[in-house]
């Protein structure tokens, strides 16, 4: 399934971004409902990207590219009906690209239990780094990811 993917235009996309995100895994086992989730969408630190099934928000992902570790996806959802479909490949192949313009490296962390997803960015070639024990809730561990085109001595963001 092909989807048209581009920055978040307005509230009715970060609320069906939000709504998509409380009611899925891993969100629920980490105790994000909708009034947070929709606080993390609308994030001005951050940016939202939403993928476009016609009139539909088939997916997003959110983005920091600020800070010390800039290039960090904080989270990427497909709606339970476009799962499996390679929406979720398109969302993190398009941020790979927007990160790129300005750094070589594509950081996210993944719920210990979420096996899916873990099986999904080793395929896209993300490297595990190490392990953020008990980070949001207790007994659930985050697992932080890299994929990187190389070091920031040989980066020229592209002109
Ligand atoms: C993870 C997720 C974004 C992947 O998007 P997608 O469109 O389903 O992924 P694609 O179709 O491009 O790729 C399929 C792969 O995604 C993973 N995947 C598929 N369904 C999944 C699900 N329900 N939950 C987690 N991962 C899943 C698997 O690795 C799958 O590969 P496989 O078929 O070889 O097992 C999407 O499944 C989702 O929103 N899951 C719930 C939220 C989530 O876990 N987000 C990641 C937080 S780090």
Redesign the pocket.
């Known amino acids: 399934m092909t989807v048209f993917i581009e920055p978040a235009r307005d509230a009715a996309d970060r609320e069906a971004s939000a709504r998509m995100m409380c009611a899925?895994?891993?969100w629920i086992t980490l105790g994000r409902d909708y009034a947070r989730c929709l606080t993390a969408v609308s994030d001005p630190a951050r940016e939202l990207h939403v993928a476009r099934d016609g009139a539909q928000v088939a997916?997003f992902i959110l983005l920091t590219m600020k800070g010390q570790i800039p290039g960090y996806i904080a989270?990427?959802?497909?709606s339970a009906a476009?799962?499996?479909?390679?929406?979720?490949?398109?969302?993190v192949t398009y941020a790979e690209a927007r990160i790129h313009r300005e750094s070589p490296n594509v950081f996210?962390?993944?719920?210990s239990f979420?096996l899916?997803?873990k099986?999904?960015y080793e395929?896209l070639g993300f490297e595990f780094v190490g392990t953020l024990k008990d980070f949001i809730v207790d007994g659930h561990d985050e697992l932080l990811y890299r994929k990187t085109i190389g070091p920031w001595s040989s980066f020229t963001p592209p002109g």
């Open positions: 899925s895994e891993p997916g989270s990427v959802c497909v476009s799962r499996g479909s390679g929406v979720g490949t398109q969302l996210l962390c993944v719920s979420n899916g997803a099986r999904l395929r």
